[in-house]
């Protein structure tokens, strides 16, 4: 259905005001959008013009999106932000328990605050869209609108596109790139974007990967005993009578050792290993593609344009 919204920018801040011809100002979704600070969804309040009743949500201090990249693209870190607050949008609604259908993911509903890249997105009961019919609208923007030149925000792009048409709408699972800088002018918002309580915030920059200081106890631990263990079979060795041989002579004892030090080896090969996996992984998340996919990333980033 169209959407009939009008604007008003005055003194006490900047409104979008959409019309509800269907009256929905009594239910328990308009209760949930006027009583609460939904993260991801503009601040909504209700208002009455002449017997019909508006939608009032407060756009202050942003602009839309399609405001925003009126003649530019979406580079690797305005995405991320876009994607993360719309990731952020969606847990919220899931926990406020508001149907997805109503919220608008058209480029002129949705505002951005230009200095930090988070997006809040109009959530109006007064119209239908299905999960499906949004998000692919959502991707094919997107893919209209990346930059080309920027390789991160190209995959990026095709991986939103991708995941959407095949059904898959877990988008957290997109939030798992490097933080980047754009030094181009392009962007003003470059921290990676973390959720967290059903908010974003920019995170430390954390690096590769390292052993968390448990696994160094262990590693520790692990390293000691097989050095007591050596120095325990040394000292027989030098002994031939002391009590160091006669105890590796029991059979109880041999086996206690040999369990000891496979254990050993084990932990503390295991700890290390697995950080080698976790570094090799975080070295990979470069987002290296090969060159069929690239080919159809930018098929259809050309395309959209």
Known sequence: ?????????????????????????????AGMLTCN?????L?????????????????????SLASLYDGRDIGYAGLYALIGSLVTAMGSMEDHLLPFEHLILDREYIYVEPVSGRASFCYFPGTYSSVEGSLNGFAEY?????????????????DLYKQVTVGDYALKSLLTRPAVEEDDGKE?????????????????????PVIPFEGRIIIGICAAVIFMISGFALAAALKDEGVCSRLLMMKEMKVFICVSAAMAVFLAGSITL??????GKYKERVIRYDDDTAKEAMRLVSAGG
């Open 274 to 279: 697995k950080w080698f996996n976790e570094t």
């Open 37 to 41: 600070h939904i993260p991801g969804l």
């Open 43 to 63: 601040v909504t309040s209700l208002s009455y013009t002449d017997g019909v009743l508006n939608y009032v949500y407060d756009t202050s201090h942003m602009v």
């Open 188 to 208: 003003e918002f470059t921290d990676h974007i973390v959720i967290e309580d059903g908010e974003l915030y920019p995170p430390e920059d954390e690096g590769s």
């Open 1 to 29: 259905m169209s959407i009939n919204a009008r604007y008003d920018n005055g003194i006490n801040g900047s409104m979008m005001i959409i019309e509800d011809d269907k009256g929905t100002g009594s239910g328990y979704i």
């Open 142 to 158: 997107i893919l209209q609108k990346v930059d080309s030149k920027d390789d991160m925000a190209i995959a990026l792009a095709y």
